[in-house]
């Protein structure tokens, strides 16, 4: 029994700073598209990763995409995309998605994976601090 309830809180801490983790990158992402707004409204298609967003500082999570400034798609490939900023939350969006996304967000083999892409970051007018340079790619 011991041993049972030592495994259950080992995978809740666990679970609890990979969320911790997860909830520290998409600040540092949101705060750099986002410099000098004080709120950013954002909208997600994964009712899972509401809560990482709620706690985030200036972060107010809407339920319509219109009223986003930006959307992080984790499964959608029917939303309206048009003249919003668009972040993946998942490697098959960001594949579907790449001509238009400003980036992605996703974790593959236990690890975190960011990529910002070159092109879409300049027609939206997104400059980037030096901390998150390296993470850019040109040919995408």
Do not use: C
């Not at 499964?75 to 003249?83: A, Q, R, V």
């Amino acid at each position: 029994m011991k041993k049972l309830l030592f495994i259950l809180v080992t995978a809740l801490v666990l679970s609890a700073s990979a969320l911790e983790k997860e909830r520290r990158i998409y600040r540092t992402i949101l705060t750099a598209i986002f410099p000098d707004k004080q709120i950013i409204h954002v909208w997600l298609d994964n009712p899972k990763k509401r809560e990482i967003f709620e706690k985030i500082d200036r972060v107010k999570v809407v339920k319509n995409h219109k009223d986003a400034d930006i959307l992080i798609l984790y499964k959608s490939f029917d939303i309206p995309t048009d003249d919003k900023i668009v972040f993946a939350d998942g490697y098959l969006v960001f594949e579907h998605y790449k001509n238009k996304l400003v980036g992605g967000f996703y974790w593959q083999k236990g690890r975190p994976n960011l990529v910002f892409i070159k092109k879409n970051l300049k027609s939206h007018d997104i400059k980037l601090p030096e901390s998150l340079r390296e993470y850019i790619e040109d040919g995408m």
